[in-house]
């Protein structure tokens, strides 16, 4: 069963430093998404990205961070410049269409 | 008032028996709805989507409720395995951004 798949599964980084976390969406998916999981917390929703542009954004997802499809198969989330409330396990989810959403392992990003 | 809210539990439930829990939810514009389960510091896992018609995936039965705004998950039969936090989860627009709810702990003991 195709799986999306993320790396890598642990970083981390001290405050202020740029981090990628990357993802190989399923293949045949047109809708990718990060959404993060502050430790104790509820998921949340991060940005939509569908034909190589942004579809949405929540607040949390500010100018430090942004998101690429650099090629056909991987979709990363840059964060500049990190801060200490970044801090959080990082999913990368895909769809084929708009609905039922499959999410990646994650990545757990620990800011010093 | 939040988007989407759960009973946080946990629900200590006997092996073998049967466990229900709601979730409520503020947009009635929303137009989708799941239960996903999520085990300790994994990523959440589709359980199965909430048709309006309600609808069952063997021993898990899922209801939606709209004029309500609530959704309901049964297990019946709980399994050891059962074990983890049941997320409710909610589809407002269309490009797909789903709202979780903090999630319902289950606790199935021997």
């Not at chain 1, 809708?31 to 607040?59: A, C, D, M, P, T």
């Not at chain 2, 239960?35 to 589709?46: H, V």
């Amino acid at each position: 069963e195709p799986e999306v798949t993320q790396t890598p599964s642990h970083q981390v980084t001290q405050m202020g430093q740029e981090v990628i976390l990357r993802c190989v969406p399923i293949s045949n998916h047109l809708y990718f998404y990060w959404y993060r999981q502050i430790l104790g917390q509820k998921v949340e929703f991060l940005v939509s990205f569908y034909n190589n542009e942004i579809s949405e954004k929540s607040e949390i997802f500010d100018d430090q961070f942004s998101v690429e499809r650099p090629d056909g198969s991987n979709f990363t989330l840059k964060i500049r410049s990190t801060k200490l409330e970044d801090s959080a396990m990082y999913f990368c989810a895909s769809s084929p269409v708009t609905d039922t959403q499959y999410f990646g392992p994650g990545t757990r990003l620990t800011v010093l | 008032r939040k988007e989407v809210e759960q009973d946080p539990g946990p629900f200590n439930v006997p092996e073998g028996a049967t466990v229900a829990f709601n979730c409520t939810y503020s947009n009635s514009a929303s137009q989708s709805f799941f239960w996903y389960r999520q085990d300790c510091r994994k990523e959440p896992k589709l359980l199965m989507s909430v048709y309006s018609s309600g609808n069952e995936d063997g021993r898990f039965t899922a209801q939606l409720n709209r004029a309500s705004q609530y959704i309901s998950l049964l297990i019946r039969d709980s399994k050891l395995s059962d074990s983890a936090t049941y997320l409710c989860v909610v589809k407002g627009d269309s490009w797909g951004k789903l709202q979780f709810g903090a999630g319902t702990q289950v606790v199935v003991t021997p």
